[in-house]
Protein backbone atom coordinates (compact mmCIF):
# COMPACT_ATOMS: atom_id res chain seq x y z
CA UNK A 1 0.00 0.00 0.00
CA UNK A 2 1.40 3.43 -1.27
CA UNK A 3 2.60 5.71 1.92
CA UNK A 4 0.05 8.56 1.59
CA UNK A 5 -2.71 6.13 2.06
CA UNK A 6 -1.65 5.51 5.50
CA UNK A 7 -0.63 9.09 6.29
CA UNK A 8 -4.20 9.66 7.06
CA UNK A 9 -5.05 6.66 9.31
CA UNK A 10 -1.50 7.60 11.41
CA UNK A 11 -2.97 10.70 11.95
CA UNK A 12 -6.37 9.59 12.92
CA UNK A 13 -4.74 7.11 15.51
CA UNK A 14 -2.45 9.72 16.89
CA UNK A 15 -5.37 12.17 17.31
CA UNK A 16 -7.74 9.43 19.26
CA UNK A 17 -4.39 9.02 21.62
CA UNK A 18 -4.01 12.08 22.35
CA UNK A 19 -7.49 12.83 22.86
CA UNK A 20 -7.82 10.36 25.34
CA UNK A 21 -5.16 11.24 27.05
CA UNK A 22 -6.12 14.78 27.72
CA UNK A 23 -9.54 13.11 28.73
CA UNK A 24 -7.87 10.71 31.65
CA UNK A 25 -5.25 13.70 32.13
CA UNK A 26 -8.11 15.92 32.91
CA UNK A 27 -10.64 14.06 34.76
CA UNK A 28 -10.54 12.92 38.75
CA UNK A 29 -9.47 9.59 39.01
CA UNK A 30 -9.58 9.44 42.80
CA UNK A 31 -7.35 9.77 45.80
CA UNK A 32 -7.08 5.84 46.45
CA UNK A 33 -7.46 4.30 49.65
CA UNK A 34 -9.07 5.78 52.67
CA UNK A 35 -11.47 8.01 50.27
CA UNK A 36 -14.88 6.75 49.14
CA UNK A 37 -17.03 8.32 46.06
CA UNK A 38 -20.53 8.55 45.07
CA UNK A 39 -22.18 10.12 41.90
CA UNK A 40 -24.97 12.37 41.92
CA UNK A 41 -26.85 15.73 41.28
CA UNK A 42 -26.51 19.18 43.04
CA UNK A 43 -29.69 19.83 44.72
CA UNK A 44 -31.45 22.47 46.88
CA UNK A 45 -34.30 22.42 49.18
CA UNK A 46 -37.71 23.71 47.32
CA UNK A 47 -39.99 25.47 49.64
CA UNK A 48 -43.88 26.61 47.74
CA UNK A 49 -45.54 30.38 48.58
CA UNK A 50 -48.90 29.03 48.78
CA UNK A 51 -51.99 30.73 49.71
CA UNK A 52 -53.84 31.09 53.27
CA UNK A 53 -56.77 31.79 52.20
CA UNK A 54 -58.40 31.67 48.76
CA UNK A 55 -59.36 34.28 46.22
CA UNK A 56 -57.96 36.43 43.64
CA UNK A 57 -53.92 37.40 43.11
CA UNK A 58 -54.01 40.97 42.53
CA UNK A 59 -50.48 41.65 41.68
CA UNK A 60 -46.87 39.17 40.86
CA UNK A 61 -43.96 40.94 42.17
CA UNK A 62 -41.48 38.74 41.06
CA UNK A 63 -40.39 36.57 37.97
CA UNK A 64 -38.84 33.75 37.73
CA UNK A 65 -35.37 33.81 38.21
CA UNK A 66 -35.75 36.71 40.51
CA UNK A 67 -33.67 36.56 44.02
CA UNK A 68 -35.85 37.29 46.82
CA UNK A 69 -35.31 37.68 50.81
CA UNK A 70 -37.02 36.11 53.73
CA UNK A 71 -40.26 38.19 54.32
CA UNK A 72 -40.29 39.71 51.36
CA UNK A 73 -43.54 40.50 49.83
CA UNK A 74 -43.81 38.45 46.11
CA UNK A 75 -47.50 38.78 45.76
CA UNK A 76 -50.57 40.37 47.00
CA UNK A 77 -54.15 38.99 46.85
CA UNK A 78 -57.53 40.93 46.42
CA UNK A 79 -58.59 42.16 50.09
CA UNK A 80 -61.61 44.12 49.23
CA UNK A 81 -64.43 41.19 51.46
CA UNK A 82 -61.24 41.51 54.09
CA UNK A 83 -61.23 45.33 54.28
CA UNK A 84 -65.14 45.42 54.61
CA UNK A 85 -64.88 42.64 57.17
CA UNK A 86 -62.65 44.73 59.45
CA UNK A 87 -64.70 47.59 59.28
CA UNK A 88 -67.49 45.45 60.26
CA UNK A 89 -65.47 43.85 62.76
CA UNK A 90 -64.47 47.47 64.49
CA UNK A 91 -67.41 48.94 64.56
CA UNK A 92 -68.28 45.73 66.54
CA UNK A 93 -65.62 46.09 68.99
CA UNK A 94 -66.93 49.96 69.45
CA UNK A 95 -70.37 48.86 69.97
CA UNK A 96 -69.36 46.26 73.08
CA UNK A 97 -66.44 48.83 74.28
CA UNK A 98 -69.50 50.72 75.05
CA UNK A 99 -71.60 47.86 76.28
CA UNK A 100 -68.70 47.34 78.89
CA UNK A 101 -69.04 50.75 79.80
CA UNK A 102 -73.15 50.81 80.39
CA UNK A 103 -72.46 47.65 82.48
CA UNK A 104 -70.23 49.76 84.38
CA UNK A 105 -73.11 52.16 84.74
CA UNK A 106 -75.26 49.71 85.88
CA UNK A 107 -73.19 48.94 88.38
CA UNK A 108 -72.31 51.73 89.93
CA UNK A 109 -76.06 52.32 90.02
CA UNK A 110 -76.93 49.69 91.75
CA UNK A 111 -74.30 49.86 94.69
CA UNK A 112 -76.03 53.46 94.67
CA UNK A 113 -79.35 52.24 95.04
CA UNK A 114 -78.27 49.38 97.80
CA UNK A 115 -75.91 52.46 99.75
CA UNK A 116 -79.34 54.54 99.45
CA UNK A 117 -81.48 51.22 100.66
CA UNK A 118 -78.82 51.10 103.57
CA UNK A 119 -79.97 54.69 104.85
CA UNK A 120 -83.64 53.65 104.91
CA UNK A 121 -82.91 50.89 107.07
CA UNK A 122 -81.01 52.87 109.68
CA UNK A 123 -84.02 55.43 109.22
CA UNK A 124 -86.82 52.93 109.55
CA UNK A 125 -84.69 51.12 112.65
CA UNK A 126 -84.72 54.33 114.12
CA UNK A 127 -88.39 55.13 114.06
CA UNK A 128 -89.06 51.68 115.15
CA UNK A 129 -86.64 52.14 117.88
CA UNK A 130 -88.71 55.65 118.68
CA UNK A 131 -92.58 53.61 118.36
CA UNK A 132 -91.39 50.52 120.50
CA UNK A 133 -90.04 53.44 123.20
CA UNK A 134 -93.26 55.88 123.21
CA UNK A 135 -95.13 51.95 123.31
CA UNK A 136 -93.41 50.94 126.42
CA UNK A 137 -94.40 54.62 128.39
CA UNK A 138 -97.99 53.75 126.89
CA UNK A 139 -98.38 50.89 128.40
CA UNK A 140 -96.87 52.13 131.80
CA UNK A 141 -99.50 55.13 131.86
CA UNK A 142 -102.43 52.60 130.73
CA UNK A 143 -101.92 50.71 134.09
CA UNK A 144 -101.61 53.54 136.08
CA UNK A 145 -104.87 54.87 134.44
CA UNK A 146 -103.03 58.28 133.17
CA UNK A 147 -103.47 57.09 129.63
CA UNK A 148 -106.62 56.19 127.69
CA UNK A 149 -106.64 52.55 125.80
CA UNK A 150 -107.45 54.69 122.57
CA UNK A 151 -103.47 56.01 123.12
CA UNK A 152 -102.02 52.90 123.92
CA UNK A 153 -103.39 51.31 120.70
CA UNK A 154 -102.77 53.99 118.31
CA UNK A 155 -99.05 53.67 119.80
CA UNK A 156 -99.16 49.77 119.05
CA UNK A 157 -100.17 50.55 115.77
CA UNK A 158 -97.07 53.00 115.12
CA UNK A 159 -94.57 50.01 116.64
CA UNK A 160 -96.09 47.48 114.33
CA UNK A 161 -95.92 50.22 111.47
CA UNK A 162 -92.63 50.74 111.96
CA UNK A 163 -91.37 47.00 112.44
CA UNK A 164 -93.15 46.13 108.80
CA UNK A 165 -91.06 49.35 107.23
CA UNK A 166 -88.15 48.13 108.71
CA UNK A 167 -88.84 44.60 107.03
CA UNK A 168 -89.89 46.23 103.45
CA UNK A 169 -86.45 48.05 103.89
CA UNK A 170 -84.47 44.94 104.83
CA UNK A 171 -86.17 43.46 101.53
CA UNK A 172 -84.90 46.17 99.34
CA UNK A 173 -81.66 46.02 100.48
CA UNK A 174 -81.62 42.27 99.42
CA UNK A 175 -83.27 42.97 96.25
CA UNK A 176 -80.20 45.51 96.22
CA UNK A 177 -78.02 43.28 96.28
CA UNK A 178 -79.80 40.80 93.94
CA UNK A 179 -79.48 44.17 91.18
CA UNK A 180 -75.81 44.68 92.16
CA UNK A 181 -74.88 40.85 90.97
CA UNK A 182 -77.22 40.96 87.67
CA UNK A 183 -75.43 44.44 86.64
CA UNK A 184 -72.00 42.60 87.79
CA UNK A 185 -72.58 39.57 85.34
CA UNK A 186 -73.91 42.15 82.45
CA UNK A 187 -70.60 43.61 82.94
CA UNK A 188 -68.32 40.33 82.61
CA UNK A 189 -70.78 39.10 79.68
CA UNK A 190 -69.96 42.67 78.21
CA UNK A 191 -65.98 42.60 79.15
CA UNK A 192 -66.00 38.80 77.07
CA UNK A 193 -68.30 40.27 74.29
CA UNK A 194 -65.17 42.99 73.92
CA UNK A 195 -62.51 40.86 73.93
CA UNK A 196 -64.37 38.27 71.43
CA UNK A 197 -64.60 41.63 69.33
CA UNK A 198 -61.17 42.46 69.33
CA UNK A 199 -59.97 39.24 68.81
CA UNK A 200 -62.28 39.01 65.65
CA UNK A 201 -60.27 42.30 64.67
CA UNK A 202 -56.87 40.94 64.85
CA UNK A 203 -57.99 37.42 62.96
CA UNK A 204 -59.23 39.65 60.40
CA UNK A 205 -55.72 41.87 60.60
CA UNK A 206 -53.88 38.50 60.58
CA UNK A 207 -56.42 37.45 57.29
CA UNK A 208 -54.99 40.95 55.56
CA UNK A 209 -51.69 40.45 56.90
CA UNK A 210 -51.55 36.73 55.17
CA UNK A 211 -53.14 38.28 51.71
CA UNK A 212 -49.58 39.70 51.23
CA UNK A 213 -47.57 36.70 50.14
CA UNK A 214 -43.91 36.57 51.83
CA UNK A 215 -41.14 34.50 50.76
CA UNK A 216 -40.50 31.88 53.64
CA UNK A 217 -36.69 32.24 53.22
CA UNK A 218 -33.92 33.83 51.02
CA UNK A 219 -33.85 32.18 47.74
CA UNK A 220 -34.38 32.17 43.67
CA UNK A 221 -37.77 32.06 42.26
CA UNK A 222 -37.89 29.28 40.07
CA UNK A 223 -41.68 29.17 38.97
CA UNK A 224 -44.44 30.88 38.78
CA UNK A 225 -47.34 28.68 39.24
CA UNK A 226 -50.22 31.78 39.37
CA UNK A 227 -50.75 34.53 37.14
CA UNK A 228 -52.54 38.04 38.22
CA UNK A 229 -56.59 37.47 37.94
CA UNK A 230 -55.99 34.03 38.74
CA UNK A 231 -58.35 32.86 41.70
CA UNK A 232 -56.54 30.21 43.76
CA UNK A 233 -57.87 28.24 46.93
CA UNK A 234 -56.94 27.76 50.39
CA UNK A 235 -53.20 26.44 50.35
CA UNK A 236 -53.17 27.09 46.65
CA UNK A 237 -49.28 27.29 45.30
CA UNK A 238 -48.31 30.11 43.79
CA UNK A 239 -44.84 30.42 43.57
CA UNK A 240 -42.13 27.69 43.99
CA UNK A 241 -38.35 28.79 45.11
CA UNK A 242 -35.15 27.17 45.68
CA UNK A 243 -33.22 28.48 49.23
CA UNK A 244 -29.79 28.24 47.79
CA UNK A 245 -28.50 28.27 51.54
CA UNK A 246 -29.13 24.95 51.66
CA UNK A 247 -27.45 23.26 48.77
CA UNK A 248 -26.53 19.53 49.11
CA UNK A 249 -25.70 16.09 46.47
CA UNK A 250 -27.05 12.75 47.13
CA UNK A 251 -25.06 9.71 46.65
CA UNK A 252 -24.78 6.19 47.60
CA UNK A 253 -22.34 4.40 49.33
CA UNK A 254 -21.69 0.97 49.48
CA UNK A 255 -23.12 -1.03 53.14
CA UNK A 256 -19.67 -1.98 53.61
CA UNK A 257 -18.60 1.90 54.10
CA UNK A 258 -21.37 3.30 55.59
CA UNK A 259 -20.64 2.31 58.67
CA UNK A 260 -17.24 4.69 58.30
CA UNK A 261 -18.76 7.45 57.45
CA UNK A 262 -19.38 9.77 60.34
CA UNK A 263 -21.57 13.26 59.94
CA UNK A 264 -19.14 16.09 59.37
CA UNK A 265 -16.72 14.18 57.88
CA UNK A 266 -15.12 16.23 54.94
CA UNK A 267 -16.46 16.03 51.49
CA UNK A 268 -14.95 17.33 47.98
CA UNK A 269 -18.04 17.90 45.06
CA UNK A 270 -16.50 17.64 41.87
CA UNK A 271 -18.57 18.86 39.15
CA UNK A 272 -18.71 17.68 35.77
CA UNK A 273 -18.84 21.26 34.34
CA UNK A 274 -15.83 22.05 36.22
CA UNK A 275 -13.80 19.23 36.88
CA UNK A 276 -10.66 20.93 37.81
CA UNK A 277 -12.53 22.66 41.18
CA UNK A 278 -13.46 21.31 44.34
CA UNK A 279 -16.02 22.04 46.13
CA UNK A 280 -16.17 21.60 49.91
CA UNK A 281 -19.05 20.10 51.67
CA UNK A 282 -19.80 18.02 55.06
CA UNK A 283 -21.61 14.99 55.35
CA UNK A 284 -24.95 15.68 57.06
CA UNK A 285 -26.67 12.66 56.55
CA UNK A 286 -26.47 9.26 56.31
CA UNK A 287 -29.20 6.78 56.03
CA UNK A 288 -30.01 4.29 58.63
CA UNK A 289 -31.18 1.60 56.35
CA UNK A 290 -30.01 0.44 53.27
CA UNK A 291 -31.24 0.19 49.56
CA UNK A 292 -30.76 -1.05 46.21
CA UNK A 293 -28.99 2.31 44.13
CA UNK A 294 -31.30 3.74 41.76
CA UNK A 295 -30.58 3.13 38.38
CA UNK A 296 -30.20 6.38 37.58
CA UNK A 297 -26.76 6.85 39.66
CA UNK A 298 -24.77 2.90 39.35
CA UNK A 299 -23.54 0.93 37.11
CA UNK A 300 -25.08 -2.75 36.08
CA UNK A 301 -22.78 -4.50 38.02
CA UNK A 302 -24.26 -2.83 41.39
CA UNK A 303 -27.89 -3.13 40.66
CA UNK A 304 -27.74 -5.59 42.89
CA UNK A 305 -25.80 -4.32 45.87
CA UNK A 306 -27.46 -2.83 48.85
CA UNK A 307 -26.25 0.93 49.40
CA UNK A 308 -26.28 3.84 51.64
CA UNK A 309 -28.06 7.12 51.13
CA UNK A 310 -25.31 10.33 52.28
CA UNK A 311 -26.39 13.80 51.48
CA UNK A 312 -23.16 16.33 51.50
CA UNK A 313 -24.40 20.02 52.45
CA UNK A 314 -22.26 22.90 51.22
CA UNK A 315 -20.99 25.03 53.27
CA UNK A 316 -23.66 28.07 54.00
CA UNK A 317 -20.70 30.86 53.43
CA UNK A 318 -19.38 29.61 50.11
CA UNK A 319 -23.21 29.66 48.67
CA UNK A 320 -24.10 32.89 49.84
CA UNK A 321 -20.90 34.47 48.62
CA UNK A 322 -22.00 33.19 44.96
CA UNK A 323 -25.77 33.00 44.78
CA UNK A 324 -25.45 34.16 41.35
CA UNK A 325 -23.22 30.92 40.35
CA UNK A 326 -25.09 28.82 42.30
CA UNK A 327 -27.70 26.32 40.34
CA UNK A 328 -29.09 22.89 40.59
CA UNK A 329 -29.15 19.83 39.18
CA UNK A 330 -25.67 19.52 38.04
CA UNK A 331 -23.99 15.85 38.30
CA UNK A 332 -20.79 15.29 39.40
CA UNK A 333 -18.79 13.26 42.25
CA UNK A 334 -18.98 13.80 45.91
CA UNK A 335 -15.60 12.27 47.33
CA UNK A 336 -15.35 11.37 51.28
CA UNK A 337 -12.52 11.41 53.31
CA UNK A 338 -12.98 8.46 55.68
CA UNK A 339 -9.63 9.14 57.53
CA UNK A 340 -9.82 12.75 58.98
CA UNK A 341 -5.71 12.63 59.27
CA UNK A 342 -5.19 11.82 55.59
CA UNK A 343 -4.24 14.88 53.73
CA UNK A 344 -6.48 15.73 50.53
CA UNK A 345 -4.67 14.64 47.14
CA UNK A 346 -3.43 18.06 45.07
CA UNK A 347 -6.42 16.98 42.41
CA UNK A 348 -8.70 17.78 44.99
CA UNK A 349 -7.22 20.63 46.77
CA UNK A 350 -8.31 23.01 44.39
CA UNK A 351 -11.16 24.52 46.19
CA UNK A 352 -13.79 27.36 45.29
CA UNK A 353 -13.33 30.22 47.82
CA UNK A 354 -16.06 31.86 49.18
CA UNK A 355 -16.21 35.43 47.22
CA UNK A 356 -15.25 38.37 49.97
CA UNK A 357 -18.87 40.21 50.86
CA UNK A 358 -18.92 43.89 49.24
CA UNK A 359 -20.12 46.35 51.54
CA UNK A 360 -21.97 49.41 50.35
CA UNK A 361 -20.58 52.16 51.86
CA UNK A 362 -22.66 54.53 53.80
CA UNK A 363 -23.25 58.03 52.84
CA UNK A 364 -22.77 61.10 55.64
CA UNK A 365 -25.03 63.43 54.97
Known amino acids: MPKKKWTPLLIAIVVVLIGTWIWKASRVTGPGDGFISGNGRIEATEVDVATKLGGRITQMLVNEGDFVQADEVVARMQIDSLNAQ ?10 AITNVAQAQAQVAARRSDRIAVQAQ ?13 RLTRSEMLSREGASS ?4 DDDRARARSAQAALDAAKAQLTAADAAIEAAEAAGVGAQAAAKAAAATVERIDADLADSQLRAPRSGRIQ ?43 EVRVVLDVAPQMAI ?48 SGLAGVAWIRLNPDEPWPPELSNLVQAQPQTQTPTQTP
Open 86 to 95: AREASAMHQQ
Open 121 to 133: IAQRDSELDAAQR
Open 149 to 152: MQEL
Open 223 to 265: FRLAQPGEVVGAGGRVLNMVDLSDVYMTFFVPEAIAGRVALGA
Open 280 to 327: PAKVSFVANTAQFTPKTVETASEREKLMFRVRARIDEALLTSRLDQVK
